[in-house]
């Protein structure tokens, strides 16, 4: 067990002084033995950000990248820069061509940008990870989750090619857990898989262990009236003591969230610290 220490680096809200903000997200997870760096963010906050915390990333050992989309990994290339020796932990198929489709059809490139690419081949090993994964001891890597509940989907219309016709289903989505001695912390990228399969999976693979804290981002910006009420019903299962959510979310999931959460849920703005 683990006494883990988590920074928010990167955000869509700022709440220290100096600090910015922007679409993003990015975490700093020290387990006590190694210092991991969880998604970089779209590369701006987390370069001004690091700097105004006063974080050295030659601590850092490792680089997890959640998926591949730009406001996960544009901060790759800097912060593989600054480290020393580093690991990335990806998903193979992080690395592959992803697009949005506009409101005038034509597509637009949202995947990891070439020079972040470039710089992982070049500065960094690159790990890959299809099954769970243990990167230091206490702290592990989903891999590809299941999928296993009729209400969730990717939370947005993805595709692999330019002209939006072949749908990409995000296979490298993955979410990283910390057992500690008061029950597992699950951190999130985008939960494109899903927050109740993620949270299914884990479940499983810690051996039901209680989920004391979620942190991350949930997709359920688009999420209907009947997906958000089953999310609710699932989390009240789970019965996890503290809500973190952030980024993608949305905001009209997050107000339901602390209203039906209101003692369990927290803001999550760059610079927060969480202790465990």
Same mark, same amino acid.
């Given at each position: ?71 996960? /990994? @544009? #901060?790759?290339? $800097? ?6 020796? =580093? ?5 193979? %198929? *992080? ?58 989907? /990717? @939370? #947005?219309?993805? $595709? ?6 072949? =749908? ?5 989505? %993955? *979410? ?101």
């Amino acid at each position: 067990m683990t006494d883990p220490c988590i920074t928010v680096l990167v955000e869509n809200t700022a709440g220290g002084r100096g600090l910015i903000a922007e679409h993003g997200l990015s975490f700093l997870i020290d387990t006590g033995r190694n210092k991991i760096l969880f998604d970089t963010g779209q590369g701006l906050a987390l370069r001004y950000n690091v700097d105004q915390l006063r974080i050295d990333l030659k601590t850092v050992d490792a680089v997890v990248l959640s998926h591949g989309h730009y406001d996960h /990994t @544009g #901060g790759l290339a $800097f912060a593989l820069n600054r480290m020393n020796s =580093p690991r990335v932990y990806a998903h193979p %198929q *992080a690395f592959n061509p992803k697009y949005a489709r506009n409101p005038d059809g034509t597509g637009r490139e949202i995947g990891i940008a070439a020079r972040d690419k470039i710089t992982a081949g070049e500065l960094a090993k690159v790990v890959s990870v299809e099954n769970k994964t243990e990167i230091s001891p206490g702290f592990y890597l989903t891999g590809p989750i299941p999928r296993t509940t009729d209400f969730e989907d /990717t @939370g #947005g219309a993805f $595709f692999k090619d330019p002209e939006c016709r072949i =749908p990409d289903d995000l296979p490298d989505d %993955q *979410a990283a857990f910390i057992e500690t001695k008061d029950g597992t912390v699950v951190i999130l990228g985008c939960a494109h898989s899903g927050v109740i399969n993620t949270l299914r999976y884990i479940h499983s693979l810690t051996g039901s262990r209680p989920i004391h804290t979620v942190i991350g981002g949930m997709h359920l910006l688009n999420a209907s009236q009947t997906r958000m009420d089953q999310t609710i019903a699932e989390l009240r299962r789970f019965n996890i003591r503290q809500l973190f959510p952030c980024h993608c979310t949305g905001f009209a999931a997050t107000v339901r969230l602390w209203k039906e959460f209101p003692e369990k849920c927290n803001p999550c703005p760059a610079g927060t610290v969480l202790m465990f």
